[in-house]
């Protein structure tokens, strides 16, 4: 199974781009990358998925690199409200034996 | 969002005493989990359910078990609660354990043991 490593916290202000950048070297052909997103006193919600190059939807995207031994997070214009855990998580798209698995993920906090 | 609700939300118990957490769907979901989880340790898998009465541990399983007697209802047992498990608790639920299914979670049960 791929080992995620991830910084454990970041800060940033509002109104600045985030990049959280997490590494996967051992990441398998048929693994997909998944960010989560945790909120204070919630559960985890996925935010976005991808397989390679750049992924982008209406909450952030995902940049992997042509060797995706690694990905970024990127939120743009972060707001106070952005202040959360972010999981990221590498797993076989096929299932077979790959159950989730979360760790600690990063606590960005944005600042006023 | 998904249809998963927790219960009770909020626990208050003494070392000892057995405890029984809830977590029912509504989504018809194959998978249910649960998970802990600790400031400094984030989430960790305690249980999992691929069906009907078919369950297996997680990495931090030690304490607790677990029964699926129908597809909605996942039951998380401490059998003799101890101060350690005081955490928060998440039941998540998907269709698959392949990645591309995105688990879904509920609201969470706050357990404090004293």
């Known amino acids: 199974l791929a080992k995620t490593t991830q910084p454990i916290s970041m800060d940033s202000y509002e109104g600045q781009e985030v990049n959280i950048t997490c590494s996967h070297n051992?990441?398998?052909?048929?693994?997909?990358i998944t960010w989560y997103q945790q909120f204070p006193s919630q559960g985890p919600r996925f935010i976005i998925q991808g397989y390679k190059t750049k992924v982008t939807n209406e909450v952030a995207s995902l940049f992997i690199p042509a060797d995706r031994k690694s990905s970024t997070l990127s939120l743009p214009r972060v707001s106070l409200s952005d202040t959360a855990v972010y999981y990221c998580l590498v797993g076989d798209a096929s299932g077979g034996s790959y159950i989730p698995t979360f760790g600690r993920g990063t606590s960005l906090i944005v600042h006023p | 969002d998904a249809g998963i609700t927790q219960s009770p939300r909020h626990k208050v118990t003494e070392t000892g005493t057995p405890v029984t957490l809830r977590c029912h769907q509504t989504e018809n979901h194959r998978y249910m989990y649960w998970y802990r989880q600790d400031p400094g340790h984030g989430l960790r898998l305690i249980h999992y359910?691929?069906?009907?009465?078919?369950?297996d541990k997680g990495e931090v399983s030690d304490g607790y078990s677990v029964s699926r007697s129908k597809t909605e209802d996942f039951l998380l047992t401490l059998e003799s609660a101890t101060s350690s498990q005081t955490s928060v608790y998440f039941c998540?639920?998907?269709?698959?354990?392949?990645?591309?299914?995105?688990?879904?979670f509920g609201p969470g049960t706050r357990l404090t043991v004293t």
């Open positions: 998540a639920i998907s269709e698959s354990t392949a990645a591309t299914y995105e688990q879904y």
């Open positions: 359910s691929y069906g009907v009465k078919d369950t």
């Open positions: 051992n990441i398998a052909t048929n693994d997909y």
